[in-house]
């Protein structure tokens, strides 16, 4: 039995799991972004992003997104000197938690839609 699976399908399920967590980030970004800021208030990513981006709609979301961003690659981020070890280290991990998990499920997602996509396309069962 082979399952003949859409490109339309593949778009629909990947695209609505990634505007979900868009909305999210957010929604986040007015809650959560000034807290995570305090908590980062000597890093030159925090530094250069307040003094470069609004903070409207779009300039917090972006904010928020670079910021969690740099906490779930915290090594990249300390060793090109965006974060600042210290004050990485004493992040609260709940709110790290909070923020970093719309940006996993983006890249889980991802990855997953190609992975599907490559090997529907290998199997011939994407039309």
């Known amino acids: 039995m082979v399952i003949k699976i859409t490109l339309l399908s593949f778009v629909g399920f990947f695209g609505f799991l990634a505007l979900f967590s868009d909305f999210y980030l957010s929604r986040l ?5 000034e ?6 208030k000597g890093s ?3 530094i250069f992003n307040k003094k470069h981006l609004d903070n409207g709609f779009l300039g917090r979301t972006y904010r928020l997104i670079q910021l969690s961003s740099g906490l779930i690659d915290e090594e990249f981020y300390i060793k090109r000197g965006a974060l600042e070890r210290e004050e990485v280290s004493n992040f609260p991990h ?10 996993k499920v983006l890249q889980v997602s991802g990855l997953l839609a190609l992975i599907l ?4 396309n290998y199997s011939g069962a994407l039309t």
Not at 29 to 33: A, D, E, G, T, W
């Open 29 to 33: 970004s007015f809650k959560y972004l």
């Open 94 to 103: 709940a709110l790290k938690r909070k923020i970093t998990l719309p940006n």
């Open 117 to 120: 996509a490559i090997g529907a």
């Open 35 to 40: 807290e995570a800021e305090k908590y980062l």
């Open 44 to 46: 030159s990513l925090v």
